[in-house]
């Protein structure tokens, strides 16, 4: 058993990426069509009667769940690299993701990683700073991270740095990966090494507010600290949210990212009681 088996917890949804009413050059919607063609979400552009030019709506069925502009995803996708995140030159607090990414949880994507493309793992990486981001405004609940190699939290100095402030916060957090590099005290986060595949094939990160990281499965360690937060998606609190990513072969990501409160605690509980 491994957590592999999370995978196909994901229902099959029919999600698109509708550019409405586009007035910028053709290139951009070439783009964004790139970055999703491998992956089960269309990309499409329609002139939309009384839609603001350049916005993107997040269509489910025949239903708009999420709309954003198009700056907002060239500023978070598609003009950037993911030595954005790994550099540090993009913060957790500064980062705000638009509403048609993070809307497209419960989608089952498969990713590339470099050298087979330069742009696919991008999207796993944004979203992995937008977990980040809503634990560090929670400033309480347990943040769960892997990294396969902990040595990747000293070598990319973004990732230090996030985990870092991660640490100085009321949020409990716990990294899991293999050994070969063992954090300091002063980073503020509990370490967990393993060498079977759950530590060098997976990638997740995952937050539980304060009453969801009591529930059975991460009763036994020690609670965090309570705080208030705001988390962007909800409004007016914070969501159990969950990027569980395997490694099926060399730099092919399986995975999803997830807001549904039960399937974030069975994969928290696994976690918990196994890594």
């Not at 980073?187 to 995952?206: A, K, M, P, Q, R």
């Not at 507010?209 to 962007?232: H, Q, W």
């Not at 998606?233 to 409160?261: K, M, Y």
């Given at each position: 058993?491994?957590?592999?088996?999370?995978?196909?917890?994901?229902?099959?949804?029919?999600?698109?990426?509708?550019?409405?009413?586009?007035?910028?050059?053709?290139?951009?919607?070439r783009?964004?069509?790139?970055?999703?063609?491998?992956q089960?979400?269309?990309?499409?552009?329609?002139?939309?009667?009384?839609?603001?030019?350049?916005?993107?709506?997040?269509?489910?069925?025949?239903?708009?769940?999420?709309?954003?502009?198009?700056?907002?995803?060239?500023?978070?996708?598609?003009?950037?690299?993911?030595?954005?995140?790994?550099?540090?030159?993009?913060?957790?607090?500064?980062?705000?993701?638009?509403?048609?990414?993070?809307?497209?949880?419960?989608?089952?994507?498969?990713?590339?990683?470099?050298?087979?493309?330069?742009?696919?793992?991008?999207?796993?990486?944004?979203?992995?700073?937008?977990?980040?981001?809503?634990?560090?405004?929670?400033?309480?609940?347990?943040?769960?991270?892997?990294?396969q190699?902990?040595?990747?939290?000293?070598?990319?100095?973004?990732?230090?740095?996030?985990?870092?402030?991660?640490?100085?916060?009321?949020?409990?957090?716990?990294?899991?990966?293999?050994?070969?590099?063992?954090?300091?005290?002063?980073?503020?986060?509990?370490?967990?090494?393993?060498?079977?595949?759950?530590?060098t094939?997976?990638?997740?990160?995952?937050?539980?507010?304060?009453?969801?990281a009591r529930?059975?499965?991460?009763?036994?360690?020690?609670?965090?600290?309570?705080?208030?937060?705001?988390?962007?998606?909800?409004?007016?609190?914070v969501?159990p949210v969950?990027?569980?990513?395997?490694?099926?072969?060399?730099?092919?990501?399986?995975?999803?990212?997830?807001?549904?409160p039960?399937?974030?605690d069975?994969i928290?509980?696994?976690?918990?009681?196994?890594?």
């Amino acid at each position: 058993m491994s957590l592999t088996r999370f995978l196909d917890r994901v229902p099959d949804r029919d999600r698109s990426l509708v550019v409405a009413n586009r007035t910028g050059p053709a290139v951009l919607q070439r783009m964004l069509e790139t970055a999703f063609a491998e992956q089960p979400v269309d990309v499409e552009e329609t002139d939309v009667p009384d839609v603001d030019d350049d916005v993107v709506l997040l269509v489910e069925g025949d239903e708009v769940v999420a709309t954003s502009p198009f700056s907002a995803l060239q500023e978070t996708l598609l003009f950037v690299n993911s030595d954005l995140y790994r550099t540090g030159t993009q913060g957790i607090e500064t980062l705000d993701l638009p509403d048609v990414l993070t809307g497209l949880d419960g989608v089952r994507f498969s990713l590339r990683s470099y050298p087979q493309s330069d742009t696919e793992k991008l999207l796993l990486i944004v979203i992995s700073r937008y977990i980040e981001r809503v634990s560090w405004q929670a400033d309480g609940g347990r943040h769960r991270a892997s990294f396969q190699s902990l040595s990747r939290i000293r070598d990319e100095r973004g990732t230090r740095e996030v985990y870092g402030t991660l640490g100085d916060t009321g949020t409990d957090v716990h990294v899991y990966g293999v050994p070969n590099w063992v954090p300091p005290a002063s980073l503020g986060v509990t370490i967990h090494g393993g060498y079977t595949e759950d530590f060098t094939d997976s990638w997740f990160v995952l937050f539980r507010p304060d009453e969801d990281a009591r529930a059975v499965g991460d009763g036994g360690e020690n609670g965090a600290g309570t705080g208030p937060a705001s988390n962007t998606r909800a409004g007016s609190s914070v969501d159990p949210v969950a990027l569980l990513a395997i490694e099926q072969e060399r730099g092919l990501w399986d995975g999803f990212w997830t807001f549904d409160p039960d399937l974030v605690d069975d994969i928290a509980s696994y976690i918990a009681t196994r890594l």
